[in-house]
């Protein structure tokens, strides 16, 4: 390292300044933040050397898109550009129609590069600023992001890449579904042997969320409104460090819409097949018995899935059944509940099942229930 920091100062004599703020950091954070500077600073340099390589071979010019000549060199321009490791400059040959069409000048070397024409921040920044941003408040993204390339960014700017990147990807998410639906089916995601085996299971389940009251609009109170969740997930298993092999889901998805159930029920099934549905033996949807989410399961699921109705939301519909059934809040509607929890938790829910069309039948009620699912 020591060789290195010498041949440093010997060959790049513009780096002596960040080399003597090294040597002389009293501590450790100092020392590394100095360290780092340092670290930007050479990449900069290989950077920068490498383009200077690439833009000394003969150009390739292409054809004027107006009159079909070939375009000709207008001489050498400097390019500048912020990005990641701070600012880069470097020159390359720029050219022009040479019967005077009102084309641009190209630069055959930016296209090679996948430069855009227009001076932007380089394509590596702008992720990680949108990456920040979905985390903390875009000023202090910004500051994060400055801290660590050496460039200075604006909240500003980091705001509007995030607009820029979530134009493509909101279009994407209101793009009609059955035309998706109907497309080339989406790639499987690579699973490990042993999870690609194990069963699938899928729910789905509304969440009340907060929104402001006006888009855009920080003041106001809350509004809440409910989105749709899937959650799939596959049924994998751990062994413990004592030897035990206890279940455990992964690796798990989540899609959500704040919409109608159609909305959730496209995305759901785009993503069950994204988590190999079509080459898992066992498929489990898991629902919490609502109405809505019953239908998806129904339209979209039974062909090749388990249906199972979610413990705890089984417990609480048949706790307010019961409460109405046995007269409200009695001791007796406690009792009924507590066995028939009990039973549905170990796996017994037949005298339960009977009980509850009983229940219904008195009450006139028909029991979507009683043949399609079984609780879980
Ligand atoms: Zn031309």
Same mark, same amino acid.
């Given at each position: 390292m020591l060789c290195l920091s010498d041949s440093i100062r010997a060959d790049a004599p513009c780096v002596q300044r960040v080399l003597c703020t090294m040597a002389e950091a009293p501590t450790l954070p100092e020392l590394i933040l100095a360290a780092w500077s340092l670290a930007r600073v050479l990449a900069r340099h290989l950077v920068e050397a490498v383009l200077a390589a690439r833009a000394r071979p003969p150009t390739s010019w292409p054809c004027c898109p107006q009159c079909g000549a070939g375009m000709r060199s207008k001489g050498v321009v400097k390019r500048q550009v912020l990005s990641l490791v701070g600012p880069l400059q470097w020159q390359r040959r720029v050219g022009r129609c040479p019967q005077g069409c009102a084309t641009a000048q190209v630069a055959p070397l930016d296209d090679a590069l996948g430069l855009p024409p227009q001076p932007r921040p380089s394509a590596e920044l702008q992720p990680l600023g949108c990456a920040l941003a979905v985390c903390v408040p875009v000023a202090t993204a910004a500051t994060w992001l400055g801290g660590a390339s050496g460039v200075a960014v604006s909240p500003r700017a980091v705001w509007a890449w995030g607009q820029a990147a979530g134009q493509p990807a909101m279009a994407q998410l209101h793009a009609p579904w059955p035309a998706v639906a $109907?497309?080339? *089916?989406? +790639?499987?995601?690579?699973?490990?042997?042993? *999870?690609?085996?194990?069963? *699938? &299971?899928?729910?789905?389940?509304?969440?009340?969320?907060? &929104?402001?009251? $006006?888009? @855009?609009?920080?003041?106001? +109170?809350?509004?809440?409104?409910? @989105?749709?969740?899937?959650?799939l997930a596959r049924l994998g298993g751990h062994r413990t460090r004592t030897g035990h092999v206890v279940p455990r889901l992964q690796p798990r998805r989540v899609v959500a819409v704040f919409g109608d159930i159609a909305a959730l029920q496209a995305r759901l099934w785009c993503e069950a097949l994204r988590q190999g549905r079509r080459h898992t033996a066992q498929v489990v949807g898991l629902s919490d018995g609502a109405r809505g989410r019953w239908r998806l399961f129904? $339209?979209? &699921? +039974?062909?090749?899935? +388990?249906? &199972?109705?979610?413990?705890?939301?089984?417990?609480?519909?048949?706790?307010?059944?019961?409460?109405a059934w046995l007269e409200g809040r009695t001791t007796q509607a406690r009792r009924w509940c507590g066995w028939a929890r009990h039973r549905l938790r170990h796996g017994q829910p037949? @005298?339960?099942?009977?009980?509850?069309?009983?229940?219904? $039948?008195?009450?006139?009620?028909?029991?979507?229930?009683?043949d399609t699912w079984r609780t879980g």
């Open positions: $109907e497309g080339p *089916l989406p +790639t499987e995601d690579p699973l490990a042997a042993a *999870l690609a085996v194990a069963p *699938l &299971l899928m729910g789905a389940d509304g969440v009340m969320v907060p &929104l402001r009251p $006006e888009g @855009g609009q920080p003041r106001g +109170t809350p509004a809440w409104h409910e @989105g749709k969740v899937g959650v129904e $339209e979209r &699921l +039974t062909a090749y899935a +388990t249906g &199972l109705w979610d413990f705890y939301h089984a417990v609480q519909q048949r706790w307010k059944r019961a409460a037949d @005298g339960v099942l009977a009980d509850w069309a009983d229940a219904l $039948e008195i009450e006139g009620l028909p029991d979507p229930a009683r």
